[in-house]
């Protein structure tokens, strides 16, 4: 059987290879892998395309979306004592991974921190804060 290679191992000049050719979001995910990984992108920070950014906040939950370059919303909603993260993007392609015993405030925080590190100017263009107090008012 054939050993298989892991990205974990490429030399530091293919990471950087492959880091730039992902969008923010992607590289978010890539960041939740293993600690290796995580640790190279937290001190070697790609600069993907990310300028304009909205917050959504209501009663139940937050969201993110930001535009890199196809629109993302990452979502965040607490259900007793786990938060749930769910994402889709412009082709609707929805996943959702859970945060046992974290609050979605937190999480939501986290998130949000490491978007703003890795956006890929030094000054987002547009910046957007919605609460929303019921379904469809603003």
């Known amino acids: 059987m054939p050993s298989q290679t892991l ?11 492959v880091l ?3 969008d923010a979001f ?6 939740k892998v293993c600690f290796s990984l995580r640790e190279f992108i ?5 600069k993907p395309m990310c300028s304009k950014l909205r917050v959504s906040i209501s009663s139940e939950s937050i969201s993110i979306q930001f535009g890199s ?12 004592n786990v938060c749930v ?3 889709r993007n412009d082709d609707l ?3 959702s991974v859970g945060f046992q015993d974290e609050s979605y405030m937190d999480v939501f925080s986290r998130e949000l921190g490491l978007i703003m590190k890795h956006h890929s100017t030094g000054v987002l263009k547009s910046f957007s804060i919605e609460q929303l107090q019921g379904k469809d008012d603003k």
Do not use: C, G, H, Y
């Not at 990205?7 to 290879?17: E, G, I, L, Q, R």
């Not at 937290?42 to 790609?46: A, F, I, L, Q, Y």
């Open 7 to 17: 990205m974990v191992d490429f030399p530091a000049v293919v990471k950087f290879k």
């Open 20 to 22: 730039e050719n992902l």
């Open 69 to 80: 370059p196809k629109w993302l919303t990452i979502s965040f909603k607490q259900f007793e």
């Open 26 to 31: 992607s590289i978010l995910k890539l960041r």
């Open 85 to 87: 993260m769910s994402w």
């Open 93 to 95: 392609v929805f996943k």
């Open 42 to 46: 937290d001190e070697n920070p790609p």
